[in-house]
């Protein structure tokens, strides 16, 4: 089976920017997390989606959405960029809750 | 918030020697799951242990549970510099929908 892919792996934007990344999980998964990743803060939980709906969400402010298809593929959106946003974005699919969870190569989001 | 706290925070051994870390965490929780990660690329998903379970093997991996201490320990045997990276903890805590909390890791140095 393919793995988890993320699109795109590297970006650059601008503050005020927005941006838009994808997810594309394991064949089968229906549920799709994101968590972003910096120095700083660790890995902490962005959202997480289960056929279509939204389960969970983290702590973030508004700026930071997402949606999932009815193919199971997530994107997420970061509106209004700061250069706080700057991190590693990962998606992690899994077949549903107290399953393992399988995680991308990530996007490597630097905004400017 | 970060649920775990893992320990210790960096640790460096020979090839052959036996590398331990440990994971601690504060609510009820349905799995635990380690996961490595090598410089800043996507997560690598090594081994889940329920949380009925009190051992698990995998290859050279041997994680062990203790619900009662709210704590799991990953035990890698006869470790290779291959195994140098980061290893993260992250509880599937009961009633979040697929949500992980990761702790902050443990950075393995593998010296040939």
């Known amino acids: 089976k393919a793995g988890v892919t993320q699109t795109p792996r590297y970006l650059i934007k601008t503050r005020g920017q927005q941006v838009t990344l994808s997810c594309s999980p394991i064949s089968g998964h229906r549920s799709v997390s994101w968590y972003q990743q910096t120095p700083g803060q660790g890995l902490q939980f962005l959202f997480e989606y289960f056929s279509e709906t939204q389960r969970n969400k983290g702590n973030f402010p508004g700026r930071f959405s997402g949606r999932q298809f009815s193919n199971s593929r997530s994107e997420m959106n970061v509106s209004t960029l700061e250069l706080g946003d700057s991190a590693l974005y990962l998606c992690?699919?899994?077949?549903?809750?107290?399953?393992?969870?399988?995680f991308g190569p990530g996007t490597r989001l630097t905004v400017t | 918030s970060q649920q775990g706290e893992e320990d210790p925070q960096a640790l460096s051994i020979q090839e052959g020697e036996n590398a331990t870390m440990n994971c601690s965490y504060k609510?009820?929780?349905?799995?635990l799951q380690w996961y490595r990660q090598n410089s800043g690329r996507g997560l690598v998903h090594l081994i889940l242990i329920r949380s009925n379970e009190r051992e698990k093997h995998s290859g050279r991996l041997r994680v062990t549970l203790d619900t009662s201490k709210k704590s799991s320990s990953l035990l890698i045997t006869a470790s290779r510099a291959a195994d140098t990276a980061s290893y993260f903890c992250a509880t599937d805590a009961s009633n979040q929908g697929g949500k992980l909390i990761f702790g902050q890791g443990t950075e393995l140095s593998v010296k040939p």
């Open positions: 609510t009820s929780i349905n799995n």
């Open positions: 992690a699919s899994s077949l549903g809750s107290s399953s393992s969870a399988y």
